[in-house]
């Protein structure tokens, strides 16, 4: 039996993926200094700061996991 073809690339998948990492991190550090000293008020700010800073690691695996055309 073939199996059948997936619509969604393996590529796809692992940019997915990534993302689905990227986000968690980012949500859950936020959440841990919300929890521990951080203001409500400064939560958005503080998830900008942390977001903005978990793209310095994450950046190159971004570049390397988008197609070459893009």
Known sequence: MVPIPSAVSPRFRSV?????????????????????????????????????????PFWPAFRRALPDGE
């Open 16 to 56: 997915e993926a990534l993302v689905a990492v990227y986000l968690v991190a980012a949500f859950g550090l936020t959440g841990v200094l919300a929890s521990v000293w951080l203001p409500i008020e400064w939560a958005v700010p503080a998830l900008a700061v942390v977001s903005g800073a978990l793209l310095v």
